[in-house]
């Protein structure tokens, strides 16, 4: 699923409803092509077609990693 999908159904940072943060979590370890707990730019351009801009836009803490809690 592309990310513009997961944002426009409600499951972009912040989703607070139980079921929409658990479709969050399995969409964010296929993502996670590594396993390694976290996405780096390239599994985020690779798996979510997303720009630097974008990647950006998730890393809120600017360690260039975007957790399931970011």
């Known amino acids: ?3 513009r ?3 426009a ?5 912040g989703a607070q409803d139980p079921v ?5 979590a399995t969409y964010f370890r296929t993502c996670d ?4 707990g976290w996405l780096s730019f390239r ?4 798996s ?3 720009d630097r801009a974008g990647f950006a836009s998730f890393d809120t803490d ?3 990693r975007v957790t399931l809690e970011e």
């Open 62 to 64: 600017i360690d260039y």
């Open 48 to 50: 979510l077609a997303l």
């Open 43 to 46: 599994e985020c351009r690779d």
């Open 5 to 7: 999908h997961l944002i």
């Open 33 to 36: 092509a590594d396993g390694s």
């Open 9 to 13: 159904a409600g499951l972009a940072p």
């Open 20 to 24: 929409d943060r658990e479709l969050l």
């Open 1 to 3: 699923m592309h990310i």
